[in-house]
Nanobody
Framework: QVQLVESGGGLVQAGGSLSLSCVVS????????MGWYRQAPGKQRELVATITSGGMTNYVDSVKGRFTISRDNAKNTAYLRMNSLKLEDTAVYYC?????????WGQGTQVTVSS
């Protein structure tokens, strides 16, 4: 059974940094695209960043230049480095992985940015 576990969320002041990790377990198959999404209270879940198995990345405009997505295929792990955090980055951050044409989600990790 494929499972994703996120970690690294927390409380940080505006302008600060956090790093998130997402570990995928329960599969011997290659993990294709991975991504980070977030959902703020009262809002829909939105794409933050994606990364292909080959390392090509894509970001939502609001985080370009501040967030960096990366992955370690040998460790089945994706990362999200978040710099210059803003109040509007506050949300639950979810990891998604595509394995054998199926999508799997983590349970989410809370990121709270305070003023």
């Amino acid at each position: 059974q494929v499972q994703l576990v996120e970690s690294g969320g927390g409380l940080v002041q505006a302008g600060g940094s956090l790093s998130l990790s997402c570990v995928v377990s329960g599969t011997m198959s290659s993990i294709n695209g991975m991504g980070w999404y977030r959902q703020a209270p009262g809002k829909q879940r939105e794409l933050v960043a994606t990364i292909t198995s080959g390392g090509m990345t894509n970001y939502v405009d609001s985080v370009k230049g501040r967030f960096t997505i990366s992955r370690d295929n040998a460790k089945n792990t994706a990362y999200l480095r978040m710099n210059s955090l803003k109040l509007e980055d506050t949300a639950v951050y979810y990891c998604k992985a595509n394995v054998l044409f199926r999508q799997y989600w983590g349970q989410g990790t809370q990121v709270t940015v305070s003023s």
